[in-house]
C-alpha cells in the first residue's frame, strides 16, 4: 500500500532564512510526486510535482522540491522564506502505472515564517 | 482561482437535516473527486468519478451519497449526518491523459464547504 509521512506538525523559520519541509513516502513502483500549499479558508493549490527526470523540480512562488529516491524522500525547500510563505503543505503521492491508484495525502505541515 | 466551484462555503445543520454540496468545474477534466479534511489528519479520499462512473468509495459511511450528473459536476448528498462528520469538504478535478487514461496531473481543488453539524 501507499504512504506518506510528513514528520513536522510545524516548522517556524525566520524570514530571509532557508526553509525545508519533509516528506517521506512509501509506494511500489515509480512514484508521482506532488506538493501543495493551503492558504487559510481556501482549498490546497497545487506546488509542484515530479514524475521523472531532474531529482530537483522547481515549482511556483520560489519553491522547489528534491526526489531522493535511495531515501524515498522528497522534501519542499526555498533559499529565502518570505512571511507570506507562512501556510500548511501537504505532500501527496501516486504510484505510476497503475489505473486504479489514486493520490495519497499526508497530514500537512504547518509552516510558520517569523518577520 | 482555480476552476472548481464549491457551494455553499459554509453549512450548519442538525443531525436530521438533509443537505447537499453542490462542486461545478469547466476546466474540460473528466475526472472529479471528494475529499474530507479534519484537522489534524490527512485528507481522507471519499469518492473518485472518471467519466461520470463512480471508481472509488473509500468505505464512506452510507450517510454520505455522491452523485455525478455530468463531467462538470458533482454533489455529496448529506443525510442524518453526526457531530464527527464536521469538517471542510473538498472538491478536486483533474485530467486523465494517456492512452490507459492513468491519472497523470495534478488535482484542482475547489475553496472547500465548511460543514458543522450540531
Redesign the interface.
Known amino acids: 500500500a501507499q504512504s506518506v509521512a510528513q514528520p513536522e506538525d510545524q516548522v517556524n523559520v525566520a524570514e530571509g532564512n532557508p526553509l525545508t519541509v519533509k516528506c517521506t513516502y512509501s509506494v511500489s513502483g515509480n512514484p508521482y510526486l506532488f506538493w501543495y500549499v493551503q492558504y487559510p479558508n481556501r482549498g490546497l493549490q497545487f506546488l509542484l510535482k515530479y514524475i521523472t527526470g531532474d531529482n530537483l523540480v522547481k515549482g511556483s512562488y520560489g519553491f522547489e522540491a528534491e526526489f531522493n529516491k535511495s531515501q524515498t524522500s522528497f522534501h519542499l525547500k526555498k533559499p529565502s522564506a518570505l512571511v507570506s510563505d507562512s501556510a500548511l503543505y501537504f505532500c501527496a503521492v501516486r504510484a505510476s502505472g497503475n489505473r486504479d491508484d489514486k493520490i495519497i495525502f499526508g497530514k500537512g505541515t504547518r509552516l510558520h515564517i517569523l518577520p | 482561482e482555480?476552476g472548481?466551484t464549491?457551494t455553499p462555503r459554509h453549512l450548519v445543520m442538525g443531525m436530521t437535516n438533509k443537505k447537499s454540496l453542490k462542486c461545478e468545474q469547466h476546466l474540460g477534466h473528466n475526472a472529479m473527486y471528494w475529499?474530507k479534511q479534519s484537522a489534524?489528519?490527512?485528507?481522507e479520499?471519499m469518492f473518485?468519478y472518471n467519466f461520470k462512473e463512480q471508481?472509488?468509495n473509500n468505505s464512506v459511511p452510507s450517510r454520505f451519497s455522491p452523485e455525478c450528473p455530468n463531467s462538470s459536476h458533482l454533489f455529496l448528498h448529506l443525510h442524518t449526518l453526526q457531530p464527527e462528520d464536521s469538517a471542510l469538504y473538498?472538491c478536486?478535478s483533474s485530467p486523465i491523459t494517456g492512452l490507459?487514461?492513468?491519472?497523470?496531473g495534478?488535482?484542482?481543488?475547489?475553496?472547500?464547504s465548511r460543514l458543522t453539524v450540531l
Open positions: 482555480t472548481v464549491q475529499y489534524k489528519k490527512p485528507l479520499l473518485v471508481t472509488e473538498l478536486a490507459a487514461g492513468y491519472l497523470t495534478e488535482l484542482f481543488f475547489g475553496e472547500g
